[in-house]
């Protein structure tokens, strides 16, 4: 549920305890904005905010979302903690609270 600001949250615990938590701004089913923090680790530690701008303006659905993420994950980063299925759980997560 949108609170008072538009944003809507998750958080989600990946297999191995590692933690996702999702900021999302959406409107009329497209992310206007999105946060991503949690315990994973990222190599390029910058990589997380081209992830964010990667899921800006994406529709919130299943294969619009794994597109982009796998899209992200191809490239040369590293995630530790978290793969793309975790990413994209989180946002449907945050979507539907």
């Known amino acids: 549920?949108?609170?008072?600001?538009?944003?809507?949250?998750?958080?989600?615990?990946?297999?191995?305890?590692?933690?996702?938590?999702v900021r999302l701004h959406i409107v009329e089913g497209v992310i206007q904005a999105i946060t991503l923090t949690g315990d994973f680790f990222m190599h390029p530690?910058?990589?997380i905010e081209d992830l964010e701008?990667?899921?800006?303006?994406?529709?919130?659905?299943?294969?619009?979302?794994r597109a982009q993420v796998d899209a992200f994950f191809a490239a040369d980063v590293q995630v530790i903690g978290a793969d793309a299925a975790d990413i994209v759980h989180i946002i449907l997560m945050a979507a539907t609270s």
Do not use: H, I, Q
């Open 1 to 21: 549920m949108p609170t008072a600001n538009g944003f809507t949250s998750a958080d989600y615990k990946v297999a191995g305890g590692k933690l996702l938590r």
């Open 45 to 47: 530690e910058e990589a």
């Open 53 to 65: 701008a990667r899921l800006t303006g994406v529709p919130l659905t299943a294969a619009a979302l």
